[in-house]
Every structure is written in C-alpha cells, then in structure tokens.
C-alpha cells in the first residue's frame, strides 16, 4: 500500500493523493469513496475506489478496494507479479455476484493483497483489496 495512503487517518484523509468522500460511518470506522475514474497508461480505469479508515488510533488497519475497467488481468497476469497468490475465497451460490479471490499475504510492508474473480466473468479480474496486517 502506498505508504501515504498506509499512514491516513481520519484527521487528514484530505491530504491524500485521491480526493476521497465520506460516505458512511458507524462508531468505529469512516467509509470513503473517490468518484472519478483513474485512467492507467494502458487506457484501463480503476472505479469504485473505497477506503475504510478506523476512528480511532490503533484501530483497524486502512483497507482501500478498487475495480479494474478495460483491459481484461487474468489470474496468470496477477500471478506473475504475485506468484505466492492463493486462493482465499470461493463462491458458494448463493448470488450471482459472488467472487473467486486469490491472496498474496504479507509482503514486505505487511500488506496483503487479494484479488478477485467475479463469477460472471470469472477470467477477468474485477476488484483489489489491499490492508494492512498489523
């Protein structure tokens, strides 16, 4: 994780590189979004960029999740940047929009990264979740 994003609290998630909106909170966490889409240099975009911060110091760690729009990542692009991908998550059936997710535990920033398959379109990679163990 980007160590400015890694270091963000409540207090200054205004000075991020992305401008995030508060969208919803409960007693222990703000959940942000950033609207606008980021273009890659490939003509891909990353959308629905969440970020979860907790409210208090030590809490938990910031989780940041985003799409991938445009060009299609397989799960044999992921693994040749994160060969120790594993599969952390299924689906089970119950809903269409379930997803298979494949996680790169603990690199050296102590970040864990997974990556998910929706099971419409299961070759594709549709979202990236990235926290922090603390």
Same mark, same amino acid.
């Given at each position: ?7 963000? =609290?409540?207090? +200054? /998630? ?6 995030? #909106? &508060?969208? @919803? ?48 990542? =397989?799960?044999? +692009? /992921? ?6 991908? #594993? &599969?952390? @998550? ?45």
């Amino acid at each position: 994780m980007n160590p400015v994003v890694k270091k963000l =609290t409540v207090d +200054d /998630v205004n000075r991020a590189p992305l401008a995030f #909106k &508060l969208i @919803n909170q409960n007693e222990y966490i703000n959940l942000y979004q950033v609207r606008e889409k980021v273009k890659l240099e490939d003509a891909s975009t990353i959308t629905d960029i969440e970020l979860r911060l907790s409210k208090s110091s030590g809490g938990m760690a910031p989780f940041l999740r985003f799409s991938l729009n445009g060009r299609c990542f =397989t799960l044999s +692009d /992921v693994k040749k940047h994160y060969h120790d991908a #594993k &599969l952390s @998550n299924y689906p089970r059936g119950d809903s269409e929009n379930e997803t298979t997710s494949y996680t790169s535990f603990s690199d050296m920033d102590k970040n864990e990264i997974t990556f998910s398959f929706n099971q419409k379109k299961p070759i594709c990679l549709t979202n990236v979740t990235i926290t922090t163990i603390q």
